[in-house]
């Protein structure tokens, strides 16, 4: 099924328009508290539409997810009562219960391994806001984890260049479909050791 490149395809459209950067910043700051699609699939082709500012697209996608993270903190913090309804029936349950659980044992790391991962960052920014994680650590650990995730995916974009837009455009429906059953696996791994 060519879902991914259609929407690769459409991704390298919007990272050409002069505004591009914005919709960007945007993706990136709601993706981390309600949005459920990445900002990666913006910033990846921006960066090889233009190479030479692959590391500010970087920075704003990080800065942007961050005070994203931030305000899901604010929502997990003061609104949980609210949304804990709406969460419960959502495909994110399950996701929330296991990022208490990573809390439990992890901490600080919980979020480093969300915000460079695909697991849903969003998750966690609200459970850790609900269990009113100490926010210096909290912020500290989004920008290393999603620094280190979106500086590395344009970093790659941009040494590639159009050898690498030409491969990814060749193996975009194989490489996402990839990516959906390492998740799936990911996951099933994941539910299995929690329940032993």
Known sequence: MKLFSSLYTRAMLWSRHRHAPWYLGGMSFAESSFFPVPPDV?????SLANPSKAWRFALITTLAS????????AIGHYAFDAIEPWLRVSRYWDSYQAALDWFGRWGFWAIFVAGFSPIPYKVFTIAAGALSMALLPFTLASLIGRGIRFFLVAGLMAWGGERMETALHRYVDRLGWATIALIVIGALFYQGTGAS
């Not at 961050?66 to 903190?73: D, H, I, P, R, S």
């Open 42 to 46: 913006m910033l990846a082709p921006m």
């Open 66 to 73: 961050v005070a994203g993270g931030l305000f899901g903190y």
